[in-house]
């Protein structure tokens, strides 16, 4: 289980600068401390990845190479957990209860198709 391309696209896209056109309820879902301990997170992931690039550098051995892969794999997997929960309970929830039919299923076809994502990156 290695991490893809679009993994790494979606960490990437985390620290990206949010559209200012974006709609109010598609800015942020993580608010306040929740949003402080995402960013947290994160740190500690951009950490784990500098220390990979420092074992392989120093040609450290393969498996152990290997175990951190998996460890940061397990925390990029716990963090998409997070905006994903996060996002169920605001945006989607949100969007279902506003009563406006193309919303819903908008947001629906989101779900779907983010789960058909999650398969393909983390292989299952």
Known sequence: MWISTTTAS????????????????EKSMLTGNDKEKMVARMKRIEGQVAGIRRMVESETYCVDVLHQFL??????AKAAQGILSAHLNTCVSNALLAG???RRREKLQELVDIFGR???????
Do not use: C, T, W, Y
């Open 10 to 25: 979606a960490i990437l896209h985390l620290s990206m600068p949010i559209d200012p056109n974006a709609r109010e309820e």
């Open 71 to 76: 460890a940061v794999q397990g925390a990029l």
């Open 100 to 102: 406006d039919e193309a």
């Open 118 to 124: 999650f398969g393909r990156i983390i292989g299952k």
